[in-house]
């Protein structure tokens, strides 16, 4: 039988990262992972919504809540940033009904839906690991992607309740997969660092230096590429690499990919843009 869940794609793989849906399809192709697309989902707020509006952020998100419980399915999204303010905004309706009850009564008048708080939320890392099994996905490996991996948790995820048994607070479940994948493993503190996303429109110069730090750290331990649990975060670590160069006296260049990709990859998908990243790692180099 397979797995089966309401697909959350996250904040930007429909505008700044297209690869990720690219690949997120391919790879639960082949697991057997059944993805039901939530037509008119909205983003979970990146936690940029809730800082104007808590309320509004809290609705869209019961919104999606009761999307998902509508089909009989828990969410699944391979972004760290939604899984984590997903899951924040779920908690604090499970628990204050008063709250759940006024988020309803909008719910009622605006799309005809309500959320019963049935639905769970789950990040594609712990599935991956917990429900797939890493010796599944070992077999199913085509080209081992055989670099020194350095695995970008972020720290949206990082939440007690909802790493299933990995460590909140010393997390390996991304180290097993990049070891599974054929990979080797880097060991950086960095891993579960924020790059301070939320900030980039108002804190810019905050932001770049906390993302060059972070990508120094990876570089320092010898890793040849960085590959992210959080889409989000992989904007900020990618895309502003030039820019984050401003505040680091060394060179920050390296390459940065989802995880999605990652796995893709391995699997034998998109082979020729596998060999433009194998290009990548040889000419930027360490």
């Known amino acids: 039988m397979p797995l089966k869940y309401a697909y959350h794609p996250g904040n930007v793989s429909h505008s700044s990262a297209p690869e990720v849906k690219d690949t997120m399809f391919p790879i639960a192709k082949t697991l057997g992972i059944d993805l039901t697309i939530m037509e008119g989902a909205t983003s979970c707020g990146a936690g940029i919504i809730r800082q104007v509006n808590n309320r509004l952020q809290l609705t869209l998100n019961a919104r999606t809540f009761a999307m998902a419980e509508s089909l009989g399915l828990d969410i699944l999204t391979p972004c760290a940033a939604t899984a984590g303010n997903l899951n924040e905004d779920l908690q604090t309706l499970l628990k204050d009904s008063i709250l759940l009850a006024e988020i309803n009564s909008i719910l009622a008048k605006t799309c005809g839906l309500e959320f019963k708080g049935g639905v769970k939320v789950h990040h594609l890392l712990h599935v991956l690991v917990e429900e797939v099994g890493l010796d599944k996905i070992e077999s199913k490996v085509k080209n081992p992607l055989n670099f020194k991996i350095a695995g970008y948790y972020g720290p949206n995820m990082q939440q007690s309740g909802m790493c299933g048994e990995d460590d909140a607070f010393d997390p390996s479940y991304l180290e097993d997969l990049i070891q599974a994948i054929g990979g080797n493993a880097v ?62 006296e060394r060179p920050i260049n390296i390459p940065i990919i989802h995880m999605t990709e990652m796995i893709d990859f391995a699997f034998g998908h998109h082979n020729t843009r596998l060999a433009q990243l194998r290009t990548r790692i040889a000419v930027i180099g360490n």
């Open 187 to 248: 060991s950086w503190d960095s891993r579960t660092q924020s790059v301070g996303t939320p900030g980039l429109l108002s804190e810019e110069p905050t932001v770049l230096r906390q993302s060059a730090n972070v990508i120094l750290d990876a570089k320092d331990e010898g890793a040849e590429i960085i590959v992210s649990a959080c889409n989000l975060s992989h904007t900020i670590l990618d895309v502003y690499q030039g820019k984050a160069s401003r505040f680091s």
